[in-house]
């Protein structure tokens, strides 16, 4: 490790990791056709579908923290791509519901094992996916992944300590 990573603060190294992951998958997926944001929304799909699922772009959204503006404009672009297919909900007219298509269920497998690859030589220095290193790092991950941030708190806070410096 770098004398610069071991003394940066985690958030540096949050984004750090969280923008070596999205190049990675983005120049993993792209043979496949499909960007990072699109195999995101796939595999989720693939996923919810796989346990009977058939999400709404809201739903889709809230899953994978993307915006729902986002989501939308992803689900549309596959679409086009005869990859995801979009159905209006007969109990909501406002809701449209997104499932993949035969063609999406083959990308996304094979977009799939791609990333697991990956995940492969990301976790290797901590034993492995399934080694305790790892499943703890991703216990740890999820748990700060459930922090609601609230920047209201920030400003509050900021604004004490120009108090206490004056």
């Known amino acids: 490790m770098s004398s610069a990573a071991e003394s940066a603060t985690a958030g540096f190294l949050v984004w750090r990791l969280s923008m070596k992951w999205r190049v990675a998958v983005d120049r993993a997926v792209a043979p496949l056709g499909m960007t990072h944001a699109q195999y995101a929304l796939m595999a989720s799909l693939y996923g919810m579908g796989r346990s009977g699922q058939r999400?709404?772009?809201?739903?889709?959204?809230?899953?994978?923290?993307?915006?729902?503006?986002?989501?939308?404009?992803?689900?549309?672009?596959?679409?086009?791509?005869?990859?995801?297919?979009?159905?209006?909900?007969?109990?909501?007219?406002?809701?449209?519901?997104?499932?993949?298509?035969?063609?999406?269920?083959d990308v996304t497998r094979r977009a799939i094992k791609v990333i697991q690859g990956l995940l492969d030589q990301l976790l290797e220095p901590l034993g492995g996916q399934h080694g305790a290193r790892a499943n703890q790092f991703t216990q740890e991950l999820a748990t700060l992944l459930y922090v609601p941030l609230d920047p209201t708190r920030v400003d509050a806070h900021l604004d004490e300590n120009e108090k206490e410096q004056s």
Request: aromatic residues 4%; glycine residues 6%; hydrophobic residues 35%.
């Open 55 to 105: 999400p709404s772009q809201r739903e889709l959204a809230d899953h994978t923290g993307l915006e729902a503006l986002y989501v939308s404009k992803l689900a549309r672009a596959l679409e086009s791509s005869g990859l995801v297919a979009r159905t209006r909900d007969p109990a909501d007219p406002r809701a449209i519901r997104l499932e993949l298509t035969e063609q999406g269920w």
